[in-house]
């Protein structure tokens, strides 16, 4: 959305800077008639379009987005990836930062965009409303500054959805009522469409035009629900040259692997012959779990070429190829230049081992559908967080008791994580549970996969805060051996990493960002299983090292 579109809808206000450090947007949420897979249906859209608006700023600057709920139920948006520093307030995850944007009224949010450069993304963030109300975040290197590359001839954004032929919102509230597993999805998508391998979508395939010669910026952002995806172009290599709005060192490969809640940016050159070229993205799924297996698809078309009788097609890893997931995400390095530097914690003041487990809720006389009659459930720690009526952020800010307890343990009950487990604390504890932690430490997580119930990768998103990866492991994390192994040098600095099927990650980071963050696993089904929890990072000694005041309004708990 340009300047001068972007304030319309605000001129009244008088709002709109010349300076072209902030910027407005209007999301109107609505329910729209869309049609996919040979039916139509209803679903919840920002201003129409699936994936809603762009926002594009550069670093450093804000953004202003009011919303308006003409749908409904009530939901909130999340700024994926957005540390939004000092303010909490408008991170957006419901019941944990505000509680929802009812039906038929609005909210504004600031957003406030500090060291992010690249691409990042934003979502609903209620239930399962993200399934199509999301879009992404375009942060261009601020004034005076340019890539660390060469500036490219061109870009284009690619978002990978999924789709589902039924209600998300019902589909996830029906397995939670019954316990079992929630439908998989019936189709992926590249930006909306879900490519010419589904029923009835061959001719609204998205089509990508490029000029032979020329080099594209790639946004690619995964927005699917509950599968990590790998991507490739027929033909044609990918030299991926950030995540998660953060440079790292180029990465050049013919296909990658990107879990729910990640964004890349790559470059890709058209250099082969004028012609049109298959862009596929398929499920990565190393558990014993239901998946959707099937591809979506879009077309490389280079300008001025015909339809070829045969399209190339994209060659990908076996759905279940653990090696090939691992063989790219252990290349990722960050850049750590002299314009690009990083800054890795050496003294950690502050470890939490955590525990990542799906598990079970014991139901009445076996009447669930999940394991033994039983339901499924999630945890971190033993813990299954339970979201509260009133949002966390108030509380803690306003000294309200019963909401949550800041006792969520630093570490879990210890076992064999990844051998037998079958026994092994199934059944957790439902409730609101936080972590403390003071303004400036120097914060360790280790996340330990288990082998409850179904063992698989686990893509854990903080917000708030962008960490380093400093280390990876199969099995259960040496406490003598691992550290011996991290990366201190050039970690990548990201929000959404994998922690390994029956394995570990460590991650490390400055706790500088005074406020309530939420953690989940951005596996939808788990994280409404309850794998999650609250970081609480308390006020430094000054204003500037403590959390913005409340705003004036804030939507109200109901």
């Not at 009011?66 to 019941?95: A, C, F, M």
């Not at 609204?204 to 599968?227: C, I, P």
């Not at 070429?305 to 890893?317: E, K």
């Not at 955590?354 to 139901?363: G, Q």
Request: overall charge negative; aromatic content about 12%; glycine content about 8%.
């Amino acid at each position: 959305m340009s300047w001068v579109l972007a304030c319309v809808g605000f001129m009244f206000l008088g709002l709109c800077k010349a300076n072209g450090n902030t910027y407005y947007y209007d999301f109107v949420l609505t329910e729209s008639n869309f049609t996919r897979l040979c039916e139509t249906k209803t679903i919840l859209t920002a201003n129409g379009t699936l994936p809603g608006p762009t926002i594009t700023v550069r670093k450093g600057d804000t953004a202003f987005v009011n919303v308006h709920n003409q749908g409904s139920y009530g939901l909130t948006i999340h700024w994926h990836g957005v540390k939004q520093p000092r303010n909490p307030w408008y991170d957006g995850p419901e019941n944990v930062t505000q509680c929802p944007i009812q039906a038929g009224s609005n909210f504004t949010y600031e957003i406030i965009f500090s060291t992010e450069e690249g691409t990042l993304w934003w979502h609903a963030h209620s239930d399962w409303s993200r399934a199509t109300v999301y879009g992404a975040i375009i942060i261009l290197p601020a004034l005076n500054t340019t890539y660390p590359f060469a500036t490219p001839d061109g870009e284009e954004t690619l978002v990978l959805g999924s789709w589902y032929k039924g209600g998300v919102n019902e589909i996830i509230q029906n397995a939670l009522s019954t316990g079992g597993d929630p439908n998989v999805s019936d189709a992926f998508t590249i930006n909306g469409e879900p490519g010419h391998l589904y029923k009835c979508s061959n001719a609204t395939t998205y089509r990508w035009v490029v000029d032979y010669g020329k080099t594209y910026l790639l946004r690619l952002v995964n927005a699917v629900l509950n599968e990590e995806q790998f991507f490739a172009i027929a033909n044609h290599n990918l030299t991926v040259v950030a995540q998660d709005a953060a440079y790292i060192k180029p990465i050049t490969t013919s296909y990658l692997m990107i879990t729910p809640g990640q964004t890349m940016d790559i470059l890709v050159v058209a250099n082969q012959t004028p012609s049109h070229y298959d862009v596929a993205s398929t499920p990565f799924v190393d558990g014993d779990v239901a998946y959707n297996n099937s591809t979506t698809t879009a077309i490389l078309q280079y300008n001025g070429s015909t339809t070829p009788s045969t399209i190339p097609r994209a060659i990908l890893p076996d759905f279940d190829d653990g090696t090939a997931a691992s063989n790219f995400t252990t290349q990722v390095r960050a850049l750590a230049s002299k314009d690009h530097p990083i800054s890795v914690p050496l003294n950690i003041t502050h470890t939490l081992f955590i525990s990542v487990s799906v598990n079970e809720r014991i139901c009445p006389n076996s009447s669930c559908d999940g394991p033994d009659g039983n339901a499924l459930a999630a945890s971190l720690n033993n813990i299954s967080f339970v979201t509260p009526s009133t949002d966390i952020l108030q509380a803690y800010s306003g000294a309200i008791n019963g909401v949550y307890s800041a006792n969520f343990p630093h570490r879990p009950y210890i076992f064999n994580f990844t051998g037998n487990v079958r026994n092994d604390t199934i059944y957790p504890y439902f409730g609101t549970k936080v972590r403390m932690i003071k303004y400036g430490e120097e914060v360790e997580i280790i996340y330990q996969g288990t082998n409850m119930i179904a063992a698989e990768n686990h893509p854990m998103h903080l917000h708030g805060f962008s960490f380093y990866l400093v280390g990876t492991g199969s099995g259960n994390f040496d406490p003598n051996q691992a550290p011996k192994t991290y990366n201190l040098v050039d970690p990548p600095e990201v929000n959404t990493i994998g922690v390994p099927k029956n394995g570990w990650a460590t991650v490390r980071f400055k706790a500088d960002n005074p406020g309530v963050w939420f953690m989940h696993c951005h596996l939808e089904r788990h994280a409404s299983w309850g794998m999650a929890t609250v970081l609480i990072v308390t006020n430094g000694n000054t204003t500037e090292t403590s959390m913005r005041p409340a705003p004036a309004y804030m939507p109200p708990c109901t």
